[in-house]
């Protein structure tokens, strides 16, 4: 009965096991094989290439630059995404009228294709005739190349994926607020305590576990989503915005150089499985479990 | 709370609600008024249906929409039935290495199917499924989210239910369908609407899968429709995006209050 | 398993289909991009049918995949696993890469009889530059372009300038750029003399600046670039200049998909842009346009810009036939003709501007005969080996070098540098 039940237990288990192993495991290794080869051009065959590709990666400056770009967006988008998503969770919590209304306004975006809403964003961007320069030359400044100019382009990529994101990661926060606990609540109003502080030593680390799950999500997030890039800038200008993703497609499937793109993304690999140990150890410790 | 206080976060909490909601008013405002309105705001602007007519017959939505309902369909059903299988046997049976494959199964929260697109691709290619809804659908159909998801759910599930039930004379699947299924409920229904609404957005994936309308979905097709290398006309355009997000926006908002919860109810676990 | 079972179906379909029709049906499927404005898709589609029904043994689908970058990835993809592709539309410039994955057959080889021979010669020369490599011809011109300069008439006389002189020089085009740049009471610029778009395809607008100051980008092996010539130097200075010193063209990027509405909204009183925008422009625009060739330095020049049909190794010998069938249908005068009708881009043969329909629009609206005749000043545009890499190089460069992050020198020579590192291997 027990041995049956165990090949019944990964009876169970073969099919979902086999497209993981397929699509995720198995990948991440032969990435790293692929990423030691030189590619294929027409009739001469692909060569072994050792760790030139790394080194190659080592000495491209477009490559650096996605890395650093990647990195500030990480930092630009996922604090603030996640501080907006829970004054929003907090506001729409709380007895603020037209709530549902308020709601609904927040997590609309979610809702959108990304490279739908890029397009509408792109409007707005747009120098000369977008809406954002027309605003700024209503109040008498002079308008930004937002999506032209070095500078502007990565933020104002930033700006709209905060837009996109905030009020996905609200639902999250949400659902935390509505479970918490009303008695502690109650207690700190008999100690007279003022909001601020209910808020600090109360609120904030009893959401912790919440904000290590969506801490998660929004790195990863910002590692992964580089839709809106096909549309608004291309990576451009002169890689002001390309993300580290954007670039292994690009070398794949505009280079047609796969093995560097293999190496390119053991390298986002490794970021990520990195920066996922980083968020733990550092936030484990200040989760206040149940 | 003081009066000024409550004044300001009622002011701060509509502003943002208001530039949150912003674009997809200027989508419709743009898609409803001849062209020379796109940056001209007049309450007095005649409304048109001229640029849906455009957009509708410069893409075929139809069949787009079609790819879209089909591939989101296939992952969700697929997902469902081995999420369940998968999730109930590292909830409740016992069996040798079965931390060491959870553990592997939650490698994949972190490793998603979009950072591997180049080696998924080359399998793809080398199954010849590139350019089918099955291409599409197969690296996300084993969800990490989903088993991890069932597999807390299925622990809450009391285990004297599971014994009753055995005793009626129940197998493991009967247990599973009759049971832990029924029980699960919520969570099918959140992690359904999760999965949905993210594979009805998704892009990089079938972008690099998908070559003809045959398998091409939405998302690319927008794409496409909307790249801004052929000139980009805006009232079409968003037309086009308010065709295309349609669907999807009208059930939301009809079972908005069920759809947060559920959003909610996935987010809790 | 979805595929074998629809391959199953299609086998029993193909099987009832030859029983009951006495000819087989050759079955082609082509790629194609566009890259500019307007309703094209159509076109192609109405131009397809028309071939079917002349040919009723080929069945044709055209598969409308996005841009040329777009374009080229899927029908590659498409090859490689293992599905149909016997021909496409892919850019003009990809003919290196393509040769060098396998992936394309000349026409010489598939071409028959005399008549189909003495086809290949029926097109303009400067548009088999970038199709004709090693004495072979592996492009066969579809939709070509070069850059032209739009420019609105109004515009010119409400600053005094005469419309029917638009600027021949690049001096001019600053002087006349300058009068043409209108600005308001706070000192902000209403309307622009110039707009040149620096995204999309940077390298293209400055094929054609480096040539108008007599300089190539490329050789014609494709494996060998000359981006820090000093005269290219010179060319890029000189775009700089525009938006810098002589302040008629706004800073920083401009974008190639929105440029047409910035001239449509009267933003810009000049830009240059494909000539496929032409019936786009011609459709919206709301004030007196004219169309000119661009300016010249040392000399007049554009390059030639666009798709080329080619053909793929991977189809059997009907296939082949039939596909060449299809290319010169679509080439044929009168298609050419109306294509070039209906989107702007080039008659590509002499014999399509001798036809009733193009003869008859070319004499309503002079404008469509203003790419033909730049023809003559034209050269390739860039291509080379592992194009997609050294192009970004370039492009990288440029758009540095416009926004002021580094020196023309300094972007064009670093750009020099890793483009002959990587064609060092050809």
Redesign the interface.
Known sequence: MNRLNQLYAWLMLLPALVLLLAFTHIPALTTLWHSLFFPARGRRPSEFAGLENYRSMLDDAVFWQAFYNNLWYAIGTVPTSMGLALAMALWVNSKISGRAALRLAYFTPTMLPMIAVANIWLFFYTPEIGLFNKLLNSVGLSGINWLGDPNWALPSLMLMTIWKEAGFFMIFYLAALQSLNKDIYAAAAVENASPLYVFRRITLPLLMPTTLFVLVNAVLNAFKLVDHLFILTKGGPNNATNLLLYYIYENAFSFFDSNYAAALTLVLLTLLILLALVQFLLIERRVHYR | ?PTLTRMF??TA??T??????F??L??FW?AFHPAEY??RFDLFAPLTLEHFV?AW??APFMRYMFNTVMITGLILVFQL???T??G???AR????G?SL?FA??L???????????????????KL???????GVG??Y??S?FG?FLLRQTFKTVPQELEDAARLEGCT?LGVLWKVYVPLAKPTYLAYGLVSV?HH??N??WP??VT???NSRP???G???F?????????PV??A??LI??GP??IV??IF??RF?QS???A??K | MLRSTKRLLATGFTAFALSTVAHAQTELTMYYPISVGGPLTDVVDGMISEFEAQHPDIKVNAIYAGNYNDTRVRALAALNSGQPAQLSVLFSIDVHELMGIDAIVPFDEVVETDEERAWLNSFYPALMENGVVDNQVWGIPFQRSTIVMYYNKDAFRTAGLDPEQPPQTWEEMVEMGQQLTVRGSNNEVDQWGLMIPSTGYPYWMFGALAMQNDEVLMNSEGNETFFNNPGVVEALTYWQDLSGKYAVMPQGMIEWGTLRQNFLEQKTAMMWHSTGNLTAVKDNASFDFGVAMLPANKRLGSPTGGGNFYLFKDASEEERRAALQLVRFMTSPEQAAHWSIATGYMGVSPASYETDALKAYVADFPPAAVARDQLEYATAELSTHESGRVRKLLDDAIQAALNGQQSAQEALDSAQNQAQRILSRY
């Not at chain 2, 909307?226 to 805006?234: I, K, L, R």
Request: negative net charge; charged residues 10%.
């Open positions: 709370m976060s009622f909490a509509w943002l609600g208001l530039v949150w909601i674009p997809l200027y989508a743009a796109a940056t455009t017959q410069q039935i081995l999420c299988l998968a109930y046997a590292l049976m016992p069996f040798k079965r494959i592997l199964v490698l994949q929260l972190m490793i998603v199917p979009e950072i591997l697109i180049v080696e998924n691709y080359r399998t793809l290619a010849e499924l590139i350019d089918t809804w099955l197969l690296p159909m084993a990490a088993i493991w609404s009805w957005n892009f990089l972008l690099v070559n003809t309308i939405l998302t690319v927008m794409a496409i909307g790249a801004p290398e052929s000139g980009v006309d805006w355009i968003c086009g995006t295309a997000i999807l926006l939301f908002l908005q209050r947060l959003f909610m109810h987010g809790l």
